[in-house]
Nanobody, 126 residues
Framework: QVQLVESGGGLVQAGGSLRLSCAAS????????VGWFRQAPGNEREFVAV????????YTTNSVKGRFTISRDNAKNTVYLQMNSLKPEDTAVYYC???????????????????WGQGTRVTVSS
């Protein structure tokens, strides 16, 4: 079973940057696509970005394109989400998840994920 631990959240001013990390305990982590989702109060969990198992393919949602970058280091069992030019509307709890799917329609849906971390809170002040 894969255990995921997010870190790197915090309070930042609009226009600032944060880098989130998602560390996995399982040595077969490199077999999983890993996605970042976020959930603001009163909202459903929404897709942010995903990277396939070998890092060959990434997708980001339109609202963060050009600002957020997802990457992974399988040697360290870690996936990163670099967030630049942060906006107040990026405020949410960010979760990473792992799935064995690789197809776009599945890896952008939270229902396809088998494992989740506990989340890390990101607050962007205006």
């Amino acid at each position: 079973q894969v255990q995921l631990v997010e870190s790197g959240g915090g309070l930042v001013q609009a226009g600032g940057s944060l880098r989130l990390s998602c560390a996995a305990s399982e040595l077969t982590f490199s077999r999983y696509s890993v996605g970042w989702f976020r959930q603001a109060p009163g909202n459903e969990r929404e897709f942010v970005a995903v990277i396939t198992y070998n890092g060959g393919t990434t997708y980001t949602t339109n609202s963060v394109k050009g600002r957020f970058t997802i990457s992974r280091d399988n040697a360290k069992n870690t996936v990163y989400l670099q967030m630049n030019s942060l906006k107040p509307e990026d405020t949410a709890v960010y979760y990473c998840g792992a799935t064995t799917y690789t197809v776009y329609g599945y890896i952008t849906s939270s229902r396809s994920y088998d494992y989740w971390g506990q989340g890390t809170r990101v607050t962007v002040s205006s």
